[in-house]
């Protein structure tokens, strides 16, 4: 698998991209700015772009998603609970941005729900529904690599804002009790902001679990 990050956007956001080597297939998570650079990666390693996967609808991770499909093709997938932030600039948070959005378009191609298996040549990625820092944030967890993509549901050493329009810290905190503890102390979890960790690791040193 092959397996890159970039550092986009303002608030400096994890996005994700993901290829088969066999198939040439990929996919890219959260793709909230620099489309021109993810778009070069895709380009140079000969790949083809099958999906945008959106874990929630705030516009850090999610700004970009429309240039990047202008440029690349693949469609672009988010929870049916999270559409509505793609089209309010108060609760997707764009207003922070003081000015006019010109990227986000507001329409996606499919919804991502609990249980459903997203496919990338060889590659299984099982959506596991993680609400709690938006009311349909998700998660994708690759059992074959031992990873999970959690977006801003768990940090290291930390958790997603819940304060904002939407927001649940009691659902958060359910979430990774239920859904990203019991995949295993060794999955390597991949943020949507800062260092990656490991379940284990937030399992037993993460304050809010104590």
């Known amino acids: 698998m092959i397996l890159e990050s970039f550092v986009v956007g303002m608030l400096q956001t994890n996005c994700y991209l993901l290829g088969d080597e066999t198939s040439k297939s990929c996919v890219v ?19 083809k772009l099958e999906a945008i996967l959106l874990t929630h609808g705030h516009f850090d991770h999610v700004l970009d998603a429309w240039t990047l499909k202008d440029m ?5 997938y988010i929870h ?17 941005l003081m000015g006019k959005i010109t990227g986000l378009k507001g329409q996606v191609d499919g919804e991502l729900r609990e249980g459903d298996i997203v496919r ?14 938006t009311p349909g944030h998700v998660s994708f967890f690759l059992p074959d690599y031992n990873i999970v993509f959690v977006g801003d549901t768990l940090f290291a050493g930390s958790i ?21 503890f019991p995949l295993g102390d060794d999955v390597v979890v991949y943020p949507g902001h800062g260092p990656k960790t ?12 104590f």
Do not use: W
């Open 29 to 47: 998570i959260d793709p909230g700015g620099e489309a021109k650079r993810i778009a070069r990666t895709i380009t140079a390693k000969g790949l």
């Open 72 to 76: 690349c093709g693949g469609l672009i």
């Open 80 to 96: 049916p609970a999270d559409k509505p932030l793609l089209k309010d600039r108060m609760v997707g948070l764009g207003a922070l």
């Open 120 to 133: 990338c040549g060889k590659i299984s990625m099982n959506v596991l529904e993680t609400p709690g820092h």
């Open 160 to 180: 997603g804002r819940t304060d904002f329009p939407g927001g649940s810290y009691e659902q958060l905190i359910e979430s990774v009790r239920t859904k990203i």
């Open 198 to 209: 490991t379940v284990g690791r937030e399992r037993m040193t993460n304050p809010f679990f």
